[in-house]
Antibody, heavy 116, light 110 residues
């Protein structure tokens, strides 16, 4: 079935780095734009970044610009989010989602906790 | 980019209809027909309920409908059921080619 599975979350100290992965299955990954969306504990959804099919166009939310890098490997059906210079306010569940204008498939999320 | 404004909570009795508003600006909601709505149950991933203002994905109940007027989009749930109790978020494309979500609305079925 159509599925997205995130991995790579965990506990990291402020200023540290983490790389999230999202494995896609059940659909032709290389046909779709992909996005990362996060949700801080008890808070609402926040769009983080998206990447076009070829990876030639990328956009970021102002809150992560210059610190996070989105990428994809269509041969491996995978989406990535490299997160550097992490801050306490980056603590959240990170979801990968399929789509550009709207997000029709979501993963189950991976928790990132930034704390000393 | 500021979050779109939604009411914090909306409630209704089973069988009733409720409407959730989502207010933005001419740079997002008012400028494009790319408003979507998501339902999220506790501990679960969000689920797409409405896309491009008023379109329902396959499998979503026709009790859910969307509309837009000016800078405000709306989600209406008719024939409210216990399973509709959840958080709901709107989202819009923006003039900066980014996306913005609403503040979220908790729907309670009385």
């Amino acid at each position: 079935q159509v599925q997205l599975v995130e991995s790579g979350g965990g506990l990291v100290k402020p200023g540290g780095s983490l790389r999230l992965s999202c494995a896609a299955s059940g659909f032709t990954f290389s046909d779709y734009y992909m996005s990362w969306i996060r949700q801080a504990p008890g808070k609402g959804l926040e769009w983080v970044s998206y990447i076009t099919i070829s990876g030639s166009t990328i956009y970021y939310a102002d809150s992560v610009k210059g610190r996070f890098t989105i990428s994809r490997d269509n041969a491996k059906n995978s989406l990535y989010l490299q997160m550097n210079s992490l801050r306490a306010e980056d603590t959240a569940v990170y979801y990968c989602a399929r789509g550009y204008y709207d997000f029709d498939i979501w993963g189950q999320g991976t928790m990132v906790t930034v704390s000393s | 980019q500021s979050a779109l404004t939604q009411p914090a909570s909306v409630s209704g009795s089973p069988g009733q209809s409720i409407t959730i508003s989502c207010t933005g600006t001419s740079s997002d909601v008012g400028g494009y027909n790319y408003v979507s709505w998501y339902q999220q149950h506790p501990g679960k991933a969000p689920k797409l309920m409405i896309y491009e203002v008023s379109n329902r994905p396959s499998g979503v109940s026709n009790r859910f409908s969307g509309s837009k007027s000016g800078n405000t989009a709306s989600l209406t749930i008719s024939g409210l059921q216990a399973e509709d109790e959840a958080d709901y978020y709107c989202s819009s494309y923006t003039s900066s080619s980014t996306r913005v979500f609403g503040t979220g609305t908790k729907v309670t079925v009385l």
